[in-house]
């Protein structure tokens, strides 16, 4: 059996991994597993795009590139290979053309957030129901979503909770710059800095927030979104890109790590959850019923509800005046982190898994 990845970006992944060997950044997680199982890795770069990649780019809310590579991928791979898809927006083109041979690979899709309108059409008009061997989800709403709306079988769809690099993401001393309390976040998926700020903007604190993925900001700096943000940080919020260095030391910085979140139906802010869990810090997120299996666990987090800033302050305040219990909380959730939700864990989860598709595919599922 042959093993392929098939990545939604054009990384460099053989030099993020040297950059993850020197300590620059935590490591892939497709890396780890191409290594394990001796995939190839594809890109989606360099191929040619053709006026119908674009008409199903838009369809299914992809990238034209991504359908490029696809009908290239169509072309190479037969039933000896598995491939693995890491997002739907690679995997909805690899299974919609990769899945429409009778020769067809096994197909592995990682999925987050199907459970939308462009998301349902794609799942219906491409029929990926009859040409996914394995869903892959970390939200359990997306995988009751998936149940429900294909009507699969349970061994169709994988409930595997994410992951964090523990070997990058650790605790560590402050940098002692700190003049008072340090609250920061990270990202801007589904996030609600509105209520983060009303809920902090006259407490004696810091507040700040990573929430760029990239370093190339224009000089002027522009709210990316007013939904998202307010219209005026206060002047004790501050808002800019760090390199992953920087972001590993902002976590150990932090009194308290917040997740501020509006309500959505998958995994928004659990890779923050689990970065600072592992940097042994306290964390506050917001209910969401996307997050809802990660919340259940008791003493790990501290909850509040969506689009609550008085709820928020009043966690904030009672963390800050209780660092032995803000210490306690920490502990519990670094240990989870370190027993159940590292990288390494979660790799050799699903490499386990992808070596154990060698049977041939069933025949309903080579129906086109």
């Known amino acids: 059996m042959n093993y392929h990845v098939a990545l939604y970006q054009a990384i460099d992944l053989a030099g993020w991994a040297r950059d993850a060997d020197e300590g620059k950044c935590p490591r892939?997680?497709?890396?780890?597993?191409?290594?394990?199982?001796?995939?190839?890795?594809?890109?989606?770069?360099?191929?040619?795009?053709?006026?119908?990649?674009?008409?199903?780019a838009k369809l299914a809310?992809?990238?034209?590139?991504?359908?490029?590579?696809?009908?290239?991928?169509?072309?190479?791979?037969t039933s000896d290979d598995v491939i693995l898809c890491p997002s739907e927006n690679v995997g909805i083109p690899v299974a919609a053309l990769c899945g429409a041979k009778r020769d067809r690979p096994k197909i592995v899709l990682i999925i987050h957030n199907l459970n939308r309108p462009r998301g349902r059409l794609a799942l219906k008009l491409f029929r990926l129901a009859q040409k996914v061997d394995?869903?892959?989800?970390?939200?359990?709403?997306?995988?009751?979503?998936?149940?429900?709306?294909?009507?699969?079988?349970?061994?169709?769809?994988?409930?595997?909770?994410?992951?964090?690099d523990v070997k990058f993401f650790t605790p560590g001393s402050a940098s002692g710059e700190k003049q008072r309390p340090l609250l920061m976040s990270v990202g801007l998926e589904k996030r609600d800095y509105v209520t983060f700020a009303e809920a902090t903007k006259d407490l004696n604190i810091d507040v700040k927030i990573s929430?760029?993925?990239?370093?190339?900001?224009?000089?002027?700096?522009?709210?990316?979104?007013?939904?998202?943000?307010?219209?005026?940080?206060?002047?004790?919020?501050s808002c800019r890109f760090y390199e992953w260095p920087e972001l590993v030391q902002l976590y150990r910085d932090a009194d308290i790590v917040v997740i501020s979140l509006v309500e959505n139906n998958y995994a928004a802010g659990i890779q923050v959850l689990h970065e600072a869990l592992a940097c042994r810090r306290p964390v506050i997120v917001t209910r969401t019923e996307g997050l809802s299996q990660y919340l259940e666990t008791p003493g790990i987090l501290t909850v509040v509800n969506p689009g609550d800033?008085?709820?928020?302050?009043?966690?904030?305040?009672?963390?800050?005046?209780?660092p032995q219990e803000a210490e306690a909380q920490a502990q519990r959730g670094h240990e989870l982190v370190l027993?159940?939700?590292?990288?390494?864990?979660?790799?050799?989860?699903?490499?386990?898994?992808?070596?154990?598709?060698r049977s041939p595919t069933p025949e309903f599922l080579n129906k086109s």
Do not use: C
């Open 134 to 164: 394995l869903f892959i989800t970390p939200a359990r709403l997306q995988a009751d979503f998936l149940r429900r709306y294909l009507h699969l079988p349970e061994e169709r769809i994988w409930l595997l909770a994410d992951q964090t």
């Open 339 to 357: 027993k159940e939700r590292s990288s390494d864990r979660y790799v050799e989860s699903v490499a386990n898994r992808l070596t154990q598709m």
């Open 309 to 322: 800033p008085a709820g928020l302050r009043q966690a904030i305040v009672n963390l800050l005046n209780n």
């Open 61 to 77: 809310s992809t990238q034209p590139d991504h359908w490029a590579l696809a009908r290239a991928l169509s072309s190479q791979l």
């Open 28 to 56: 892939h997680i497709m890396w780890q597993l191409s290594q394990l199982l001796g995939a190839t890795i594809h890109k989606p770069a360099g191929n040619p795009v053709f006026p119908i990649d674009t008409i199903r």
């Open 211 to 237: 929430g760029f993925s990239t370093a190339k900001l224009k000089e002027e700096y522009v709210l990316p979104n007013s939904r998202t943000f307010p219209k005026v940080l206060p002047d004790n919020m």
